[in-house]
Structure formats: C-alpha cells, structure tokens
T-cell receptor, first 114, second 114 residues
C-alpha cells in the first residue's frame, strides 16, 4: 500500500486566495483526520470523519475552513480566503475500523500564505 | 484538554537512557505515543491501554499509571535514530461513545549525539 497520500506537498499563495488541500487515505480505513501543526500551537486536530461522515469539526478555526469527504478514498480541506496566520503544515491521517488504533499520517502539506 | 509532557527537550549521547513523561488532568483509558523526525510526519510507536495491554513498538517500552493519569516512555541505550520529537496523545470519546479523537501534547524534542 502506498500509504496516505497528500497533495500538494508545498503550497505558496497570497493572502485572500483559496487553497485546497487533498488527501487519499489508506484503502479500507474508516477514519480520516485532518491536523494542523505549528510551532506555537503544536499538532491540532481540525476535523475527523468516520465512514465519510464528519464527526467532530470543533477544531476548525473559523468559517474560512471547510472539509469534505465525498467518498472513502478522497478528502479535501479548503481555506477561503487564506490568511498569513494559516501558514502551517497540514497533515491528513487515516485509521482502520474501531478506533483506538494506529493512525497513519500522510507526508503533509506545507502551506505558506504571504 | 491537552496532556502535559516533560521534559520539553533532552539531549543524550548515544547509549544513554531517557524517560519522557505524559500526564493528563482527566481520567485516561489509553495513551498513544508517536515520534516525528524533523521534516517528516508523525509515526506511531505504541498504545498503552488500561489493564496493562500494550500495542506497538518492541524496542521502546512504556508504562501507564491509570490512577495517576500518567504515562512514561523509556528509551534505553539510545541510538542516533531515536532523535526526534515524541508526542503523547490522549483520547476523548464523542457523546455517542463510538468515536474518539486524540489530543496531543506539545512534544518532547530528543536529540541523540554520537
């Protein structure tokens, strides 16, 4: 298995632009998590899905952030409009059924908003 | 609530031992440990469950004190490859009791020098 796939790996954009991050989880995994990592705030959970259904989005910073999972093999995290404080590394992770198990992280997307 | 890790950083020489601690203000039924090397994604190390069950890494040991709501990671005879940031994660179950999310501590930076 190729593991969790994220794209793009790096994104540089200007303030006000729309940014879309993509994630393909490991086949057969039921859970998908979106995390954001910064030096100041560490590794924060933004939202997670179970069987394509959003379960908890309490970590989404504000309405500028949205996430979708239209099917079991694809998820997006969108920021519109982007701001410099959104600069961070965004990780997607997936996990098999049942919870309380190993999460497999993707390589991350390093986002820089100028 | 975010678990608290200590120390924040530790520097070792190859072959020395280290202990990384993780404590929570709430009752725990499991503790999850991950390691992140610089510029890479977090990688699963182990899960410690109530009752003493442990799933994961064979060469790194850990303990879980449910009453004290603490866990410790023991890195013995450290190798250069052990360098990285170690995170503990504690689960929070949703109101339905069937899904959970991890809250990670801020991490402990471990540097192993030759």
């Amino acid at each position: 298995d190729a593991g969790v796939i994220q794209s793009p790996r790096h994104e540089v954009t200007e303030m006000g632009q729309e940014v879309t991050l993509r994630c393909k989880p490991i086949s057969g995994h039921d859970y998908l998590f979106w995390y954001r990592q910064t030096m100041m705030r560490g590794l924060e959970l933004l939202i997670y899905f179970n069987n394509n259904v959003p379960i908890d989005d309490s970590g989404m910073p504000e309405d500028r952030f949205s996430a979708k999972m239209p099917n079991a093999s694809f998820s997006t995290l969108k920021i519109q409009p982007s701001e410099p404080r959104d600069s961070a590394v965004y990780f997607c992770a997936s996990e098999g059924a049942g919870g309380l198990d190993e999460q497999f992280f993707g390589p991350g997307t390093r986002l820089t908003v100028l | 609530q975010q678990p608290v890790q200590s120390p924040q950083a530790v520097i070792l020489r190859e072959g020395e031992d280290a202990v990384i601690n993780c404590s929570s203000s709430k009752a725990l039924y499991s503790v999850h440990w991950y390691r992140q090397k610089h510029g890479e994604a977090p990688v699963f190390l182990m899960i410690l469950l109530k009752g003493g069950e442990q799933k994961g890494h064979e060469k790194i040991s850990a303990s879980f004190n449910e009453k004290k709501q603490q866990s410790s990671l023991y890195l013995t005879a450290s190798q250069l490859s052990y360098s990285g940031t170690y995170f503990c994660g504690t689960p929070a179950v949703d109101s339905g009791g069937s899904n959970y999310k991890l809250t990670f501590g801020k991490g402990t930076l471990l540097t192993v020098n030759p």
